[in-house]
């Protein structure tokens, strides 16, 4: 308690200093939320009656004796955040459908009624128990929309919903965060809710002064616009928040980005779910997101100047599942070794601009491994070089940039780059950097990195510069190519190199590099693609992409069901994830397109939904006109599609020269079926 009290009153102290030497710029952040930033990574649980009846959104009329974790451990829980490295554990302590996991006294849809403990159980009890014993910190998800209580859509439920605020935060000890959805359905009276959030907050604040708010506005972080964990690579800690509100929609850009010289400082956090869905089902134990998906997160969440809330559901025997926990501990595994050594702090370090007469401000501390010390330049200096030098070559793939918030967000644009020979050659080109910014780049070898800030809102304040070398993750590549032909290749990590052909041949270190830029191929044909880690050493495996032809000026020119003509184009819109849906009818159901030019067609394909609609007859014309069509050029079934919904290949008896072409949909895979989907339809 007195090293703890020694730290934060020294923090303190250097704090004020610091705002002695240099003045502070726009909204800043408060003392619990500076804490808060330094947490980084937690852990959600989501956890109730929808883990055992495979919902999301309860409707709060189900039996609250349903819920029943005959196994239940709060202290493996928390065991697994720990290992994790995980800092804290938020549960939802009340979902959408009312149910809480105390016995709350202002609801009737609860622990109490459940079958778990013969209704004498208590999880907020026993998770904030075992937060305590494994020193995580304790917070709580509470949803003012109740499905289930009967007061809800009247003025009298606000009061309802504060008492039970007041409940969770007087009964289990230190709660750092307060997690508000902004979710306002009906409820059993088929009424919506006013809420009440002065009244909600306030009642907080009288009990945990320090707590940190969870919503789309704050005040003490808010959602960064997406349940994909990815903050925006420009990100303000920096909002508006009198004009939003939780739940108001049409501003998750503004709230992934947050806002150049926002009133309020508001900074992100991105939830994201370890699998699929948020609670636990059977049906995703299989799903789990696999290391590079996770690592992505973290690079766009915590390496974009946001904190990490990553969803790890309970299941039903109230365990978390060996499949989240080995993938957890993969996680840990690989971030502890990607920054277990700063390969700055060898560096000289020197900068343009340096701030005169200040016995705070040096370049030395750029690399100290203290964030609590900085480097600035001189008030309205709005630029620098910082270089940092090194005797022999280090290799590194990872920079780390972190500003001095305590003084206000700054930074508007960097450049980095990197001594080759006798010059310098850009790596990387960003806009903010915030509490934290880690950039992951192809593993380079030089004796000297510079960063260029090229534009700040004040004298830039720059705490820490690390450089890393992780571990280089190899991930196989994926071939996209868009509507335009033009391709690219990406993979779940940024770590590999990739090389490609496009005559079919397989690809090695001599074949064309991709250098992130789009290339033209909007004809048919072959590519191939394979990813190198440690300089070639390591491959993937190769991936091959048949080309149809590039959809470049195609038109619908006539879609059996007039009703959904719009739809139609989406079968030729090199996009797998959209489809042309007929009108629900008996079969046969057609499609017409004009290509806009007279095409040499070897072949046609089909892309399936799996999902229904499916094709199984068909019939494949063309034509010189859109109007006579003659016989079909091709026809015949799509084998075994139904069991195996994938790309369809199907080539003519012999070539056709025509500019137009009509696929019809004979017959479907399964004869209760009245549509014909078409997720692609192309040619070659």
């Not at 039970?164 to 959805?181: A, N, R």
């Not at 994201?272 to 789990?288: A, E, L, N």
């Not at 499949?323 to 070794?337: A, F």
């Not at 629900?584 to 072949?603: C, L, R």
Request: one cysteine or more.
């Amino acid at each position: 308690m007195r090293k703890a009290l020694f730290i934060f009153l020294l923090f303190g102290s250097l704090q004020s200093q610091a705002q002695q030497d240099i003045k502070p710029y726009g909204a800043l952040p408060s003392a619990a939320q500076l804490k808060w930033q330094r947490l980084e990574y937690y852990m959600f649980i989501h956890f109730g009656p929808n883990t055992f009846t495979d919902k999301e959104w309860g409707h709060g009329d189900e039996d609250p004796k349903v819920f029943n974790p005959t196994e239940l451990d709060a202290r493996q829980w928390a065991r697994t955040a720990k290992a994790a490295g995980m800092k804290g554990i938020i549960i939802t302590a009340k979902h959408h459908d009312g149910f809480c996991l105390w016995p709350s006294a202002y609801s009737k849809h609860t622990v109490r009624e459940s079958a778990w403990k013969d209704g004498k159980g208590d999880v907020l009890k026993e998770l904030s128990a075992a937060c305590r014993e494994y020193g995580l910190l304790f917070g709580v998800y509470l949803s003012p929309w109740d499905r289930n209580h009967p007061a809800y859509g009247t003025p009298e439920y606000n009061q309802v919903f504060a008492n039970q605020l007041k409940e969770v935060h007087s009964s289990y000890g230190d709660v750092f965060e307060q997690w508000f959805d902004g979710a306002n359905g009906e409820g059993p009276n088929g009424k919506k809710q006013v809420y009440d959030w002065p009244l909600f907050e306030s009642t907080v604040l009288k009990i945990h002064p320090e707590v940190i708010f969870f919503s789309d506005n704050g005040p003490g972080c808010r959602w960064i616009g997406n349940e994909d964990g990815f903050a925006g690579a420009t990100n303000w800690s920096t909002l508006n928040r009198n004009d939003f509100r939780p739940g108001m929609g049409g501003i998750q850009e503004i709230l992934n980005k947050g806002q150049e010289d926002g009133t309020h400082w508001v900074p992100g956090e991105a939830d994201v779910s370890i699998r699929p869905g948020w609670f636990y089902s059977p049906s995703t134990d299989d799903k789990v997101k696999t290391l590079p998906w996770l690592l992505d997160i973290y690079y766009k969440s915590v390496g974009r100047n946001a904190n990490l809330l990553l969803n790890v559901p309970v299941d039903r025997r109230g365990l978390i599942h060996k499949n989240d926990s080995l993938r957890l501990m993969e996680l840990r595994k690989v971030l502890d070794e990607s920054f277990s050594t700063n390969l700055a702090v060898r560096a000289r370090t020197t900068a343009t601009n340096t701030r005169r007469n200040s016995t705070l401000s040096s370049a030395v501390h750029l690399t100290d491994n203290n964030p609590n010390t900085y480097w600035a330049t001189n008030d309205g200096e709005l630029k620098a070089t910082i270089t940092l030098s090194f005797v022999k070559p280090v290799t590194f793939n990872r920079l780390q940039l972190q500003e001095y918030i305590a003084l206000g967000q700054r930074v508007k644009s960097f450049r980095v780059s990197v001594l080759e020979g006798r010059q310098y050659r850009e790596i990387a080109n960003e806009t903010t950097i915030g509490y934290k910014r880690i950039l992951r780049l192809p593993a380079t070898t030089t004796t000297a990195v510079r960063i260029e800030l090229l534009d700040a809102k004040a004298c830039p304040v720059i705490s820490e510069i690390k450089l890393f070398k992780a571990p280089e993750l190899l991930a196989d590549p994926e071939i996209r190519r868009n509507g335009e032909g033009m391709v690219t290749i990406t993979a779940a990590s940024e770590d590999p190199v990739f090389h490609y052909t496009t005559d079919g041949s397989e690809p090695t270190l001599r074949s064309p590099k991709y250098t992130g830029t789009p290339f033209s191929f909007p004809g048919t044909g072959v590519i191939r693609a394979k990813a190198f880690v440690e300089n070639g050493r390591k491959a993937s495996a190769t991936v091959t992409a048949e080309m149809d032809l590039a959809p470049l000026n195609w038109k619908l020119l006539f879609v059996s069901s007039q009703e959904n003509r719009g739809e139609g184009a989406k079968a030729f819109d090199s996009h797998p994830g959209t489809a042309w849906i007929s009108k629900s009818g008996d079969y046969p159901h057609e499609i017409q397109v004009d290509m806009g030019a007279v095409t040499t067609v070897n072949g046609f394909t089909y892309t399936p939904r799996p999902n229904g609609g499916i094709i199984y007859s068909y019939a494949f014309y063309v034509s010189n006109d859109g109007k006579n069509w003659g016989q079909p050029v091709v026809l015949g079934n799509f084998a075994n599609i139904q069991n195996s919904p994938v790309k369809q290949r199907i080539r003519l008896p012999k070539a056709a020269k025509a500019q137009y072409f009509r696929l019809v949909a004979v017959a479907p895979a399964s004869t209760e079926e009245k549509r014909a989907v078409a997720a692609e339809i192309g040619v070659f």
